[in-house]
C-alpha cells in the first residue's frame, strides 16, 4: 500500500515536471518566433528609412545640379552636368520602387500620396527650366527655379522628412517590445525553471524519507531476509521508475514539440518521457543558461585562472569514466604556455567537461586526447579534444552544434543525452570571445577545437617545458 502510494505521488511529481518542461521549451520556441517577427519589422523599417533618404538625396542632388547648370557657360561642362541630373532621375525612381514594395504603413502611404503629385509637377518644373537654358533664355530659367523648382524641392524635402521621422519612431518602439519580450520570457523561465527544480528536490527528499520508513517497516519484522528481498525490490523499482524517466526526458521532449515529428513519433515520444530523465537537475540548468545567453543576461566573472590546474581538475573528474572504459586518456602541452589566462573559470570548466566528456561517452576503444596551445600575439588559448569514437558524418556537423540535437536518432538511443551540451558549450565559448567547432570523420573519430580568449598575456609568466 506505501509503495502504491509512494508510486503514485512520484508519478504526479514527474508529469509536473513534465509539464514544467514543455512549457519552458514551447515559451523559448515561441519567444525565438516573435524575435524574428521583431527583427524583420526592423529590418523593414530599415530599409524603409534608407529609400527615403536616397529619394531625398535625389531629390536635392537634382536641385544643386540644375543650378549648376544655369551657371555654367561651357558648353561640355553643361552635358556632363545634365548626364548626372539625368542620373539622380533614376536614382529617385529606383528608390521610389524599393520604397513601394516595403510593407508601409497607412501614415506612409497618405504621406507619399502628397509626394507623387509634387514630384510630377517638380519634374515639369526641372525639365522646363532645361528647356529654357538650351533655348538660351537662362533668366527665365532662373526664375522658374527660383519660384517653383525651389518650392516644390523644399515642399517635397519636408514631406520626405516626415516620413522619415516616422521610421525612425517605429524603429523605436520596435526594439522597445522587443527588448520587453526578452525581459519577459527571462522572468518566466527562470520562475518554471525554478518550480521544476524545487519540485524535484521535493521528489528526492519525500524518496529518502519514504525509502526510510519502509526499511523501518521491514526492519520490525522478525525475518530479515524477507525484510531485506522487499527492501532490495522496493529500492530496485523506485532506482527504475526515477531513472529510466530522468535519462531523455529532454531529447523525446524536443523531438516531440518538433513541427517535422508525425503524431505517431510524437505520441511515442510523450509515452517516454514519462519514464525518463536522470539528468533533469542539469537539463534544467542548461536551459537557463541557454535562456540567459538568448536573452543576454548571461553573466560571466572573469577572473586569473590557473591553466593546469584547471586542466588537472577537469582530468580528476572525467578519470573514472575513462578507466571504466579501458580507453586512453592524455593532455598533451604544446609549450610554451601561460601560467594563467583571465576567464570566467566556471564557464571554461563548463565547457571542457562537456566536450570531454562527450567524447568518452562516444569512444568505445582507442584514445581521447586533450592537445592545449597558446597563441600569445592573438591572446588565445586552445584546447583540441580528439576521440576515436563514432565520428560524424558531414551533413550532420552544424546540427550537432543545434538546441536539442544529435547526429540521429539511433545515436540518441544508444548513447542517450540531452542534446543541449554541444549547443551550451559552442555559444559558452563565444561569450568567452572564442569558438568551437569540429572536424569529423565517420567510424574514425572526432576533434573538437575550442577557442578561448585569454586576456592580456604580456605581464603573465609562460611555462616553456612539463616540469612545473
Request: aromatic share 8%; charged share 25%; net charge negative.
Amino acid at each position: 500500500m506505501v509503495i502504491r502510494e509512494t508510486k503514485s505521488i512520484i508519478i504526479i511529481g514527474f508529469a509536473a515536471i513534465l509539464t514544467t518542461f514543455v512549457l519552458l521549451v514551447t515559451i523559448w520556441v515561441n519567444s525565438q518566433q516573435l524575435h524574428y517577427e521583431r527583427v524583420y519589422k526592423l529590418d523593414t523599417l530599415r530599409r524603409a528609412a534608407k529609400e527615403i533618404s536616397n529619394l531625398r538625396q535625389a531629390v536635392q542632388t537634382r536641385y544643386i545640379l540644375l543650378h549648376e547648370m544655369l551657371d555654367e557657360k561651357d558648353y561640355f561642362n553643361r552635358d556632363e552636368l545634365y548626364e548626372e541630373f539625368d542620373r539622380q532621375a533614376s536614382n529617385f525612381l529606383v528608390a521610389k520602387e524599393h520604397l513601394l514594395a516595403l510593407s508601409l504603413g497607412n501614415d506612409d502611404l497618405r504621406l507619399w500620396d502628397k509626394v507623387r503629385p509634387l514630384a510630377t509637377h517638380h519634374n515639369i518644373n526641372q525639365k522646363r527650366v532645361v528647356e529654357l537654358l538650351l533655348e538660351g533664355k537662362r533668366e527665365q530659367g532662373k526664375n522658374l527655379m527660383i519660384n517653383e523648382v525651389l518650392k516644390t524641392k523644399t515642399a517635397i524635402l519636408k514631406i520626405l522628412h516626415q516620413m522619415l521621422e516616422q521610421q525612425n519612431h517605429r524603429a523605436g518602439d520596435e526594439f522597445v517590445k522587443l527588448e520587453a519580450e526578452q525581459h519577459k520570457n527571462f522572468v518566466i523561465i527562470t520562475m518554471l525553471s525554478g518550480f521544476a527544480f524545487f519540485i524535484s528536490i521535493g521528489i528526492v527528499v519525500f524518496i529518502v524519507r519514504a525509502t526510510t520508513r519502509i526499511q523501518k517497516d521491514l526492519l520490525k519484522a522478525d525475518d530479515a531476509r524477507i525484510a531485506n528481498r522487499m527492501k532490495s525490490e522496493f529500492l530496485a523499482n523506485m532506482s527504475h521508475e526515477i531513472r529510466t524517466p530522468l535519462t531523455s526526458i529532454l531529447g523525446y521532449s524536443a523531438i516531440a514539440i518538433n513541427s517535422n515529428t508525425d503524431e505517431n513519433d510524437r505520441r511515442e515520444c510523450m509515452k517516454s518521457v514519462m519514464s525518463n530523465g536522470e539528468h533533469l537537475l542539469g537539463v534544467i540548468n542548461e536551459i537557463l543558461d541557454l535562456s540567459k545567453i538568448e536573452s543576454g543576461k548571461l553573466e560571466t566573472e572573469i577572473e586569473e585562472v590557473a591553466v593546469f590546474e584547471l586542466l588537472h581538475g577537469v582530468a580528476d573528474v572525467v578519470r573514472p569514466k575513462v578507466q571504466e572504459k579501458n580507453i586512453r586518456f592524455g593532455i598533451n602541452y604544446r609549450f610554451p604556455l601561460p601560467g594563467l589566462i583571465c576567464t570566467d573559470p566556471v564557464r571554461i570548466k563548463q565547457i571542457l567537461l562537456n566536450i570531454i566528456n562527450n567524447a568518452v561517452k562516444f569512444t568505445e576503444q582507442g584514445h581521447v586526447y586533450v592537445n592545449v596551445w597558446c597563441e600569445s600575439h592573438a591572446g588565445k588559448i586552445f584546447f583540441e579534444v580528439e576521440d576515436t569514437g563514432i565520428g560524424i558524418h558531414p551533413d550532420q556537423m552544424e546540427s550537432v552544434f543545434k538546441a536539442f540535437g544529435q547526429a540521429n536518432k539511433s545515436t540518441t538511443r544508444k548513447y542517450g543525452g540531452t542534446g543541449l551540451g554541444l549547443t551550451l558549450s559552442r555559444r559558452l565559448a563565444r561569450i568567452l570571445g572564442g569558438d568551437l567547432v569540429v572536424t569529423s570523420m565517420p567510424g574514425q573519430g572526432s576533434t573538437f577545437l575550442i577557442e578561448i580568449d585569454a586576456g592580456e598575456l604580456e605581464d603573465v609568466e609562460f611555462v616553456y617545458h612539463d616540469d612545473f
